[in-house]
């Protein structure tokens, strides 16, 4: 034929390879079972939590699940390109009443290090006679660090009378003598 009967084509495997991994995906969510234990990449940060992809799927590595240590901000465990371990906490779906799809991926941090009250058992044993340092006080006590990501409430009656505020019996960061009387 002439050159003017030419027809060009253009292709693209775009499609087949978005296809292929959302296969992958769908299959990798659905092989997940809670305790199972996995290694992946931060991909996002926020004030809620850290965002962890683990294997072209994206589970969350809630707050409350960084650390045993209170107050733990996301930015202070990890950034962004890391790579941490995690174990699955929990895998959940839409509950569309259709066909199922996994939407959510719950994940740990803090469920694959020592727990602390294990650690230190002997140490937090009631009636011993502890040196703890006070983290921070409230209308109601001071909460006092005995170990490593442990604190206890001191009650603001323990501190004196007619307290408004632990804050004006004890400041943050002052070490004192305590006893534990209960531990639950």
């Given at each position: 034929k002439g050159s003017g009967d030419a027809?060009?084509?253009?292709?693209?495997?775009?499609?087949?390879?978005?296809?292929?991994?959302?296969?992958?995906v769908k299959e990798l969510l659905r092989?997940?079972?809670?305790?199972?234990?996995?290694?992946?990449?931060?991909?996002?940060?926020?004030e809620y939590g850290l965002f962890v992809d683990i294997g072209g799927a994206d589970g969350l590595v809630h707050q409350s699940e960084l650390s045993y240590t209170f107050g733990v901000k996301p930015h202070e465990v990890a950034a962004v390109g890391d790579e941490v371990d995690v174990q699955v906490i929990k895998v959940g779906s839409d509950g569309d009443g259709q066909k199922e799809r996994i939407t959510r991926v719950n994940l740990s941090i803090k469920a694959l290090l020592?727990?602390?009250?294990?650690?230190?058992?002997?140490?937090?044993?009631?009636?011993?006679?502890?040196?703890?340092?006070?983290t921070r006080t409230t209308d109601f006590g001071a909460f006092?660090?005995?170990a490593p990501s442990i604190e206890g409430l001191l009650?603001?009656?323990?501190?004196?009378?007619?307290?408004?505020?632990?804050?004006?019996?004890?400041?943050?960061?002052?070490?004192?003598?305590?006893?534990?009387?209960?531990?639950?």
């Open positions: 027809k060009d084509l253009v292709v693209s495997r775009r499609s087949i390879l978005e296809k292929e991994n959302r296969k992958r092989s997940l079972q809670p305790g199972q234990k996995i290694r992946g990449k931060v991909s996002q940060i926020r020592p727990d602390p009250w294990d650690t230190h058992a002997e140490a937090i044993a009631e009636g011993n006679v502890q040196k703890g340092k006070v006092i660090e005995l009650h603001i009656t323990e501190l004196g009378r007619e307290l408004k505020h632990a804050n004006q019996a004890v400041k943050e960061g002052e070490e004192l003598h305590v006893v534990v009387e209960r531990a639950d």
